[in-house]
Nanobody, 124 residues
Framework: QVQLVESGGGLVQAGDSLRLSCAAS????????IGWFRQAPGQEREFLAA????????YYAGSVQGRITISRDNTKNTVYLQMNSLKPEDTAVYYC?????????????????WGQGTQVTVFS
């Protein structure tokens, strides 16, 4: 089992950048693939990116590819989501999730553990 805690969200202006962090507890962190999702009010949860156990493979949603970068540091039990050129439509709660079989999935139902989320608000 793994516990996930997101941080790094906040109120930013359009065009700014943010780096979100997903800190995990437990010694088995490197056995999980990690994904980032977001959910805006009244909308379904949206996949953004996923990273493999070792960090050598990544998978991005087409809608955000080019503006975001996912990375991980297994020595710190942390996964990052760098977001650039933020837009008001990026406003949402951002979640990280862990997946135990090592694959890179875009479906939220394939993820086993979730954090509580961090709010990102982008104003114009």
């Amino acid at each position: 089992q793994v516990q996930l805690v997101e941080s790094g969200g906040g109120l930013v202006q359009a065009g700014d950048s943010l780096r979100l962090s997903c800190a995990a507890s437990g010694r088995s962190f490197s056995t999980y693939s990690i994904g980032w999702f977001r959910q805006a009010p009244g909308q379904e949860r949206e996949f953004l990116a996923a990273i493999s156990r070792s960090g050598d493979s990544t998978y991005y949603a087409g809608s955000v590819q080019g503006r975001i970068t996912i990375s991980r540091d297994n020595t710190k039990n942390t996964v990052y989501l760098q977001m650039n050129s933020l837009k008001p439509e990026d406003t949402a709660v951002y979640y990280c999730a862990a997946e135990s079989d090592g694959a890179l999935y875009g479906l939220s139902s394939r993820y086993d553990y979730w954090g509580q989320g961090t709010q990102v608000t982008v104003f114009s």
